[in-house]
């Protein structure tokens, strides 16, 4: 890892070999959490679901989330995401505070006004999805909480964090405020995400909470299934990350666009790096 980190600092993008790309913004790691083999040491105190601009993606990334829940695997979730900067909308709801948004009281917005962190949650809600995605109204209350099997309680909301350094911020001020109001003191900590957005993600989130939080990170499978070749394995009853790895490596290095979303996030890892919002691999 030590020799490719040094050649993307070094080399131009176009001069390094594909593979090592992927190799290094993919991450060591692409477990399939919900597989009952792969539990154990992989119990966390909390997933964080971080949100995105395009919907598809964040509910992606909180059906993921759901199933790691009902698992067992992780004991609360938090829905980490403000209002994107680049949606234009009226918004009807501006917390100047975490405090402030902690009430969870129920507010009516169009579709389009929702937070990222709300995206998520109304992924949870049965028999309303719009799959337009056009009208529908804030439900993260405790009545549809509780029609999905979710303690109300398990669910926290981080709704202020425009990118992924203020998701890591924001988080910690969630957290640390958890602890004060419940006791709970998280330690561990799952952050599900893209595949190729991960290994940035899990290095934010190091460099804000230092070794007060253990982290792992587990990709939103349900945006890699549409490759056959990768469903057949994530489908088969016992997960092969090996296999899963070569595979996803392959097509990485054969799609044209997966290649430029390789080399745009190798863009992100480095500007995060010169700016010291990330460590060194």
Known sequence: MAKIWFDILKKSLDDIDKIDLVDFIIGNTITDLTKVENKGE?????????????????KARAIKTFE????????????????????DVNCFFHPNSLEEFFDNKPINQNWSDLTEADWGAETFVP????????????????????????????????????????????????????EIETGLKIKSAIIVTSCTHGS????????????????????????????????????????????????????????????QIIKDEVTYYKEAFYLGEIDAP
């Not at 992989?42 to 964040?58: F, K, M, P, R, Y």
């Not at 209350?141 to 999905?148: V, Y």
């Open 68 to 87: 790691l829940y009902k698992a067992g695997i992780v004991k609360k979730i938090v829905f980490s995401g403000g209002i994107h900067s680049q949606r």
């Open 200 to 259: 940035r993600a899990i290095k934010y989130f190091q460099k804000v909470f230092g070794d007060k939080v253990r982290f792992k990170w587990c990709t939103s499978t349900l945006d890699l299934e549409k490759y056959e070749s990768l469903n057949s394995i994530l489908n088969s009853p016992v997960f092969d990350e090996i296999a899963f790895r070569k595979e996803l490596k392959k097509i990485c290095c054969e799609n044209p666009i997966l290649t």
């Open 42 to 58: 992989n119990i966390a105190d909390i997933a964080i679901v971080l949100g995105n601009s395009e919907l598809q993606t964040t």
């Open 127 to 178: 028999n309303v999805f719009d799959e337009n995605y056009q009208k529908h109204s804030s439900l993260l209350t405790e009545k549809f909480l509780k029609s999905i099997g979710v303690k109300p309680e398990d669910i926290l909301t981080e709704t202020l964090s425009k990118t992924t350094p203020q998701n890591a911020l924001f988080c910690k001020n969630v957290f640390e405020n958890e």
